[in-house]
């Protein structure tokens, strides 16, 4: 696929005015596959990167009515019990499409972690702290930035828990 001009985007000047250093990555925005799985598989193929470091956002909402966010590599999926556990929930699910514009900030397939509405609590799957960069959506279809998980996890107050089906 082809490449783009870079054009900044929210979360890309959310990351500069923290002198937070990252790799903007865009591709060709087309029509992917429905599933998130399977888009983020896409994304990762786009762009030439190892889909284990790809990170999709994916917003749930707690039995106690708390919104929160997790972040799992592209190939796997959340465990809702893992997740919910992670927060200190009973339980968790995930946000309806219709949802996810109004609580974010962002669309569905360009949804981030950074710059979201609010800051809510946010869990990556352990693995990114394997990894000296992981890639995030940019905040929009279309783009990507490759970043540092710990200075992620820092600048999200996040934490890292195993929350992904096995």
């Known amino acids: 696929m082809a490449k783009r001009k870079e054009e ?40 030439g990167q190892d889909p284990r470091r790809g990170f999709k956002t994916l917003a749930a909402r707690g039995a106690s009515g708390g919104i929160y966010v997790f972040e799992v590599p592209a190939p796997e999926s959340l465990d809702l019990k893992k997740a919910a556990r992670a927060v ?11 949802e996810i514009n109004e609580v974010t900030g962002y669309i569905r397939g360009g949804c981030s972690p950074v710059g979201m509405k609010k800051r809510y609590p946010t869990v990556f799957h352990e693995t990114a702290l394997a990894y000296e960069t992981i890639y995030i959506s940019g905040g929009k279809i279309g783009a990507q930035v490759e970043i540092a998980p710990q200075a992620l ?6 934490s890292a828990s195993d929350i992904t089906a096995q």
């Open 8 to 47: 900044k985007t929210n979360v890309m000047r959310i990351l500069d005015q923290r002198k937070i250093p990252y790799t903007a990555h865009f591709y060709e925005e087309t029509q992917g596959p429905e599933g998130t799985r399977e888009y983020g598989l896409h994304v990762a193929e786009a762009l």
């Open 88 to 98: 200190g929930e009973k339980s968790v699910e995930l946000l309806r499409v219709a």
């Open 153 to 158: 996890l820092e600048l999200l107050g996040a």
